[in-house]
């Protein structure tokens, strides 16, 4: 059957492969997505079954309801210190669709978008459907096992068809964080070229030592060709309800209104109910939830780096362990291994772009004892 070859050249996911094996099986400890194992708080569920009842099922604002849109400009003016009009805010339906919502808007064929990696790999996948180039950059690897970003090879990585940057910051998979000071130069340099900087920053709150991670909207102006993609994902415990949004200069919203119309019509009304109970009400499960996770970091990293194989240091943001191993070729079939042998899902490091071939992702938004039983599990492999 005929389709475009860009779609038919689309790699299956490595780590929904991984989990297509293992799911079902009550034994293994389930590690290679990114969430935790704990269910949405009651008051956000609350939220969206009183919209139901209350019949909030029909058509909404292309750009999501004006309440909640209102409700995010506050919620980042509490952590960025400065307003944002709720037409820079375009509610979309999961984190992943606004990162397609920009490629649609953004990437022209034969474009590229310069792209710090190692990463998640749907965004690359957005820019291939566009018929664009995803042109990774990657961190470099330190001795420790952590990550530092080289601004010079970053810098040299565009060209006259580059349209933008993509920065994930706190990274998935790698749990490094852009400092301020990276996030200004990266801006300058993009204001100088005309460039977009695209930030996804959906664990922009799962972060060790501070209330949130440095973010480019502390630094962008509403003129800036910024976007920043966010998600209630990760913060909390929604991954399962697809809710996102975006953060846009105010000329771009009728554009973007206008992709949504063809994309989904708008986000679900009783979904944003939901999404509003959570912004306005919702720090107290954050502060714990992020809590929760540096306990289980602590656990997971404490217990790898005392594995003979391992490198891998320790995270400043988001909940992953990235963990280097010494003479490791293939990830793919080391998780497979890791999946029969230890009963431990883990994600593969090539699904996150060739620089993360020699590594795994272990999710550690667990219970610490959970996690503790799974680095127990994977020991004998690791040594």
Not at 111 to 129: E, K, Q, Y
Not at 209 to 228: K, M
Not at 353 to 371: N, S, T
Request: hydrophobic share 45%; proline share 6%; with cysteine.
């Amino acid at each position: 059957m005929r389709i475009r070859d860009d779609i038919r050249d689309l790699p299956t996911s490595q780590i929904a492969q991984i989990a297509a094996l293992g799911m079902g099986d009550a034994d293994v400890i389930p590690l290679w997505y990114g969430e935790g194992d704990l269910a949405t708080p009651e008051f956000i569920a609350a939220a969206a079954t009183d919209a139901l009842r209350a019949g909030h099922t029909f058509y909404t604002y292309k750009a999501g309801l004006p309440e909640l849109r209102e409700a995010l400009a506050d919620y980042q003016a509490g952590l960025y210190g400065q307003w944002f009009e709720p037409d820079r805010i375009l509610v979309t339906s999961s984190g992943m669709t606004g990162l397609m919502l920009v490629a649609q808007a953004v990437i022209d064929a034969g474009d590229n978008l310069v792209i710090i990696g190692p990463v998640w790999p749907n965004i690359a996948a957005a820019v291939s459907i566009m018929g664009g180039e995803p042109r990774l950059v990657s961190l470099d690897p330190r001795e420790d096992g952590g990550w530092q970003l080289d601004l010079d090879r970053l810098s040299a990585a565009c060209d006259d068809r580059t349209r933008g940057i993509f920065i994930n910051s706190p990274s998935n998979p790698t749990g490094w964080v852009a400092s301020s000071g990276e996030i200004a130069e990266i801006m300058d340099f993009a204001r100088r070229r005309g460039l977009w900087v695209i930030a996804d920053e959906v664990y922009g709150r799962i972060v060790y030592g501070n209330r949130t991670a440095p973010s480019f909207l502390a630094q962008g102006e509403p003129s800036d060709r910024l976007i920043v993609v966010n998600s209630f994902s990760k913060s909390w415990a929604m991954t399962g309800w697809r809710l996102g949004w975006m953060t846009i200069p105010p000329d771009l919203l009728p554009e973007m209104e206008k992709l949504v119309e063809f994309n989904t019509s708008g986000s679900p009304t009783f979904l944003q109910h939901a999404g509003i109970a959570a912004v306005r009400g919702g720090e107290a499960f954050v502060a714990e939830f992020v809590a929760r996770c540096h306990d289980a970091r602590n656990v997971a990293i404490d217990a790898l780096q005392a594995c003979r194989r391992v490198a891998v240091a320790r995270p400043e943001g988001a909940f992953y362990a990235f963990l280097r191993i010494d003479g490791l070729t293939d990830s793919f079939a080391f998780a497979q291994r890791a999946l029969h042998e230890s009963k431990v899902g883990l994600a593969p490091g090539s699904a996150f772009g060739p620089m993360g071939e020699g590594c795994l992702r272990l999710c550690f938004a667990r219970a610490p004892d959970v996690i503790a039983k799974a680095v127990a599990r994977l020991r004998p492999l690791l040594d």
